[in-house]
């Protein structure tokens, strides 16, 4: 997410206003917009049928890298009056920009911001929606220690944590890194799976997100150390440590755990669950069946979205048990986290013949996996009409 600069705020002239976005993960929503200058608290207010209101969404981001022509005087003056010591203190984070720059006016603050930089962000996150910038409670807190922030937000304390923190290197804070914080520092089993790591750095974070298990894994470590990933990479990744372990417990293959413990390297896992995907599609089909009815029933729940042309949900363990063995790879494996309600899996006809797993576990669902034959890379053509389709449904669904 952009930081708050001349060329990437949109100011639309005829109007007198900027526009921001403030997206779901599948849709943005696009509002009027003034901030106030910075002797004004800056505070930002979004224009609906009642009038200008005060308004501070949490994934605010300022928009108009596209469109430079667009920019107005009235950015570059916005920013002018804000000192360029704060903006250097502010620019590193890549989310929540606005309450950053409002809780950067108190010293306190600034220091905690050099000191600790994660504490003071989660800080400014609070006093987005909970402390007013000029609450009593607020600038106690931002002359508080360490420990007493932490305890006050609600997360762990310990002196493990602040250490940990402490380790942390990125050159920039984005909305994926303070969703980790936050899990890091509600989870005393991850804070234990870091506290051996000399640097924690983005890739840790990714992982966190993705599935914090594998931290414990060397070869997950030294994977990790190799070379800057993306999330979907990692994401990936621990969808086949996912897949690994489910296989196993479907074939009742006994110390799997063990064996992935001992792992030197990730090559080592992957071969791991190519062997059992050939073993569960090797099965006989009617056995396989019949045993999977027998736990979970013919019939597994109904999917997030209906069928289109191209897109159709599986609906029972037969068809599931069916497209592992005509795809083969391992989704059959899935059918205890189908009927749990973590996911859903569709069968995707065009523009290639493909195997979709829609995750349902959060709040908010996602696309987890598309995966052609043999667990084959779709192209992007592919996920273009996947995600439309996805986007469209969503929008239905949130509409309800």
């Known amino acids: 997410m952009p930081t708050i600069k001349p060329y990437n705020v949109l100011y639309h ?3 007198g206003c900027l526009y921001y976005t403030y997206p779901t993960i599948f849709d943005s929503k696009f509002e009027k917009v003034k901030i106030e200058t910075w002797d ?17 969404p949490q994934d605010l981001t300022l928009i108009a890298h596209d469109k430079k022509n667009l920019v107005g005087k009235e950015i570059i003056e916005f920013l002018e009056q804000i000192p360029t010591d704060i903006l250097d203190l502010a620019a590193p984070y890549q989310y929540l920009q606005i309450p950053v720059l409002r809780l950067l006016k108190h010293e306190d603050a600034q220091e905690c ?16 929606h909970h402390l007013p910038s000029g609450d009593t409670r607020l600038i106690a807190l931002l002359k508080a220690k360490k420990r007493t922030i932490l ?10 944590a602040i250490k940990l923190l402490g380790k ?20 005393p089993s991850i804070l234990k799976s870091l506290r051996h790591y000399t640097v924690i750095t983005g890739n840790e974070l990714y992982a966190i997100l993705a599935c914090p298990s594998l931290l414990n894994r060397n070869f997950f470590k030294i994977y990790l150390a190799g070379q800057d990933f993306s999330y979907s990479e990692i994401s990936s990744a621990c969808d086949l440590y996912k897949d690994t372990i489910r296989l196993a417990r479907v074939l009742r293959r006994r ?50 979205f209906p069928a289109s042309k191209n897109i159709v949900p599986i609906t029972t363990i037969r068809e599931l048990v069916l497209e592992s063995r005509e795809m083969q790879h391992c989704v059959a494996s899935y059918a205890e986290r189908i009927v749990k309600g973590k996911c859903s899996i569709y069968k995707i006809l065009t523009p290639e013949r493909a195997t979709m797993e829609i995750d349902t576990s959060d709040y908010q669902p996602k696309i987890s996996q598309v995966k052609l034959y043999k667990n084959g890379i779709p192209r992007p053509q592919t996920f273009e009409a996947v995600e439309m389709w996805f986007s469209e449904n969503m929008k239905i669904r949130n509409r309800i």
């Open 13 to 15: 002239r005829s109007e």
């Open 151 to 160: 305890d006050q937000l609600g997360f762990i304390s310990s002196k493990s």
């Open 168 to 187: 942390v290197k990125v050159s920039s804070y984005e909305y994926y890194m303070y969703e980790a914080f936050k899990k890091i520092l509600s989870n």
């Open 40 to 56: 004004e608290n800056l505070q930002s207010k979004v224009l609906d049928n009642k009038g200008w209101r005060r308004f501070t």
């Open 255 to 304: 110390g799997f755990s063990r064996a992935i413990l001992s792992f030197k390297n990730w090559e080592q896992l992957r071969n791991l669950h190519d062997r059992l995907t050939v073993e569960l599609n090797r099965l006989n089909v009617k056995g396989t069946i019949r045993k999977l009815e027998t736990r979970f029933g013919k019939e597994l729940p109904v999917a997030i």
């Open 113 to 128: 911001a050099r000191q600790s930089p994660i504490i003071f962000w989660l800080l400014a996150e609070q006093s987005c």
